[in-house]
């Protein structure tokens, strides 16, 4: 009872900290939307924080026990499997929390998420078909070997079910229950690596399978809660306005997954293995730290903007917060990198430099995700601004890539990201202001949302 009180104690001294903060920076009084913000905020950053600290262990475990060679192998077929995921889900489950989480309508809930699940069960079953008739083609284009390939095909299945079933929380906004189910996802993970290490199975494979025991069961834990949200129903109207969303987010995916895994397969190309696993240590490091925040704050932040018509006062609250950001993100992510890559062990060195590349490319990677989410929440023209943001951030990052890793190495590839972000950051502050400050104070933004056409035809 008395660590019960301590907690709460605790988190109630954080939420009105947060709260001061809020009213320091904006000089407003805090709404109650906000105060339902920040609290599921909370929520979600307890549930994730646990997770994270196993899967903390998790990843330095398999980095040093397995050395920075089988670790990179590990790499390559997460990012291959990363790369098979998106045309499997095509968007719909971003599609499905946006749609879903506009209004508490059970039908409309049930519709959607319904509507969502038969698309999905399509893309997947259409796409295993196709990878595993023409493996040996598409490994090659991968650089794996076909027996890679085939692990990566069944992690992406795996992920998938984990991802569309917690996603159909967040759609739900059943933020609390989504807590708990994520904070377990980490010691599920870690349990079964620390069993194939005391049975001495030392392989890349055995973080493989890891991560197919703790999405498998994290996937069957989180189906019996939304149940009631399932149906054998398809609207059309629904599947119209959810392929089309979807169609700018797959793609935007693509774009994202390009950008945030390509590195690996380029130094793969280029350099050694061992790179790899050194790079992986580094982007563990820093930026899947900053990917951490950013998933607690998407995670509350997508459902609750999603009920905004007007994007207006959001991005201008976002823009007075970014100066925050990077003065105080590349300090703190420099001083994560060096406790986590003395941690690794002896074959991931601190580099001054590229962990400071690292952290300007984890700064402008929180930048651009804020920019995202609020576009997401803004329906179909949102989408199309997000859309060519990031495939701007994915050509830029390729292009720069091929002509730097080949002459400065790790070093390249960060310089690559950062710019990659910049460019992307710059285009959509140009599509969200095209008569700069002006057009943005007159409410500009606003109309990303009243123009989808297409969404009115919707079932509310």
């Not at 939420?15 to 339902?36: G, P």
């Not at 998420?113 to 991968?142: D, G, H, P, W």
């Not at 030392?202 to 973080?207: A, E, G, L, M, N």
């Not at 997508?302 to 207006?312: H, R």
Request: proline residues 2%.
């Amino acid at each position: 009872m008395l660590n019960t009180d301590l907690l709460n104690i605790v988190y109630k001294t954080n939420q009105n900290f947060v709260l001061a903060i809020y009213k320091k920076i904006y000089n407003v009084e805090v709404s109650e939307d906000i105060k339902r913000f920040i609290i599921n905020i909370k929520y979600v950053s307890i549930g994730i924080i646990i997770s994270t600290f196993f899967s903390f262990l998790f990843n330095i475990l398999s980095g040093r026990i397995f050395g920075p060679s089988e670790y990179g192998k590990f790499g390559l077929i997460q990012s291959t499997a990363m790369f098979l995921q998106i045309p499997m889900t095509f968007g719909i489950p971003t599609a499905m929390v946006k749609y879903a989480s506009e209004k508490e309508d059970i039908y409309r809930q049930k519709t959607v998420i319904s509507t969502s699940y038969m698309l999905v069960i399509i893309c997947v079953l259409f796409f295993t078909i196709i990878y595993t008739v023409y493996s040996k083609q598409i490994s090659e284009r991968f650089s794996v070997s076909e027996d890679s390939f085939k692990l990566a095909i069944i992690l992406a299945l795996f992920s998938i079910f984990s991802l569309v079933t917690t996603n159909t929380l967040r759609s739900v906004n059943e933020i609390k229950k989504y807590s708990k189910i994520k904070s377990i996802y980490g010691l599920l993970e870690l349990l079964p690596l620390i069993l194939f290490i005391y049975l001495t199975y030392i392989s890349h494979t055995s973080i493989i399978y890891s991560i197919l025991i703790s999405n498998a069961i994290l996937g069957l834990l989180t189906l019996p809660i939304i149940t009631k949200y399932i149906a054998f129903k398809f609207e059309l109207t629904w599947a119209k306005i959810l392929m089309i969303f979807s169609l700018y987010t797959a793609i935007s995916d693509v774009s994202y997954i390009i950008y945030t895994n390509i590195d690996q397969l380029l130094i793969n190309k280029y350099m050694l293995i061992e790179n790899v696993g050194i790079y992986n240590a580094y982007l563990y490091s820093s930026i899947n730290v900053v990917t951490i925040i950013i998933g607690i704050i998407s995670t509350v932040f997508l459902p609750a903007v999603s009920k905004y018509k007007d994007k207006t006062s959001i991005f201008k609250r976002l823009h007075k917060l970014i100066p925050y950001i990077i003065v105080l993100g590349i300090p703190f992510i420099l001083i994560i990198e060096f406790i986590i890559l003395k941690i690794y062990g002896k074959g991931y060195p601190f580099n001054f430099l590229l962990a400071f590349l690292f952290g300007t490319a984890s700064v402008m990677s929180i930048w651009y995700a804020l920019y995202a989410s609020i576009l997401t929440s803004a329906g179909i023209r949102g989408a199309k601004i997000n859309f060519i943001g990031t495939i701007t951030i994915a050509i830029v990052n390729i292009i720069l890539d091929i002509c730097l890793i080949p002459k400065l190495g790790l070093d390249g590839t960060m310089i690559a990201t950062t710019f990659g972000y910049c460019c992307g950051i710059g285009i959509v502050w140009l599509c969200i202001n095209p008569l700069k400050i002006t057009n943005y104070i007159n409410g500009s933004v606003a109309k990303i949302h009243s123009k989808d056409s297409l969404e009115k035809g919707g079932k509310q």
